[in-house]
């Protein structure tokens, strides 16, 4: 297959992320908190794929390879890609020192261009990566490489909630110009490629711990990345994070049009 020339979009990601990822520490990385009280949708994703003995699964933008190592842990076959070259040979030692490096294959890739063969994965997984992509070329190849059956789970941020996008604003260097975060309309878009599209929304009254997090802990947004430090959250405010998930459940299921003001949304795609 060609190579594609990179777009000036792919060449912004990489440098950005290039950048980041230059700056972590191997040290800094564990896997278990991205599958933790505060990552609620990533274990959405994990049920919804279900026991991955065996599997082969593709980490869509793996960046420093949590998910992915977290894949391999459970016994999956993991392709893992990412745009930055910088985050896969970090995700490479991650792997390394999970003891999981032959379960995992890591390679710079892009998502609109994938080097797989046609249906080749029973699930497709990928955290905040599709709002960095073209969406629907994304979306085309996702399908190509997905079996038939197979499953796809994406872990996007949505563009309505104000203090989100009060917070966005604010945090201008860490996060790259081209992002563009989805809309109910983006999601709709897909269903043009899969027969089945479904979204579950979640972070709405939890925001609350981002505010704490600004006012009262005065952590700058463009020292640490918000959506990494509620990951770590202990002690009374990790009881209160996990009374705002409770209310945010309630308040959803009750109420549906409040999804419009959660912050991620978990894509299910059903090839």
Known sequence: MPKSRKTQKQTIE????????SSVKLEDLNVEENFSLAAQENRSAEKMFGDLEGKRVLDLGCGFGETAVYWATKGAKVD??????????LAKKLATKY????????????????????NYFDYVFGNGVLHHVQLM???KEIKRVLKKGGRAAFVEPLKY????????????????PTENPLGFGDINKLKTVFPHVKHSE?????????????????????????????????????LILGSLIFLDKIALSLIPPLRYFCWNTVIELRK
């Not at 003891?99 to 261009?113: G, I, L, R, T």
């Not at 009262?216 to 002690?235: C, F, M």
Request: proline share 3%.
């Open 14 to 21: 990489e440098l950005f992320h290039d950048k980041y990822a």
């Open 202 to 238: 979640y972070e709405m009254l939890t925001l609350l711990i981002f505010v704490w997090f600004f006012i009262v802990s005065r952590v700058s947004p463009n020292e640490q990345r918000y959506w990494r430090k509620i990951l770590r959250v202990t002690g009374p405010l990790k």
């Open 161 to 176: 909630n104000p203090v989100i996008n009060v917070y966005r604003r604010i945090a201008n260097e860490v996060r790259t």
């Open 99 to 118: 003891k999981v490096s032959k379960n995992c294959n890591f390679k710079q890739m892009a998502a609109e261009d994938l080097k797989f063969k046609d």
């Open 137 to 139: 070329e994304a979306g």
């Open 80 to 89: 893992a890609i990412d745009i930055s070259s910088e985050s896969i040979e």
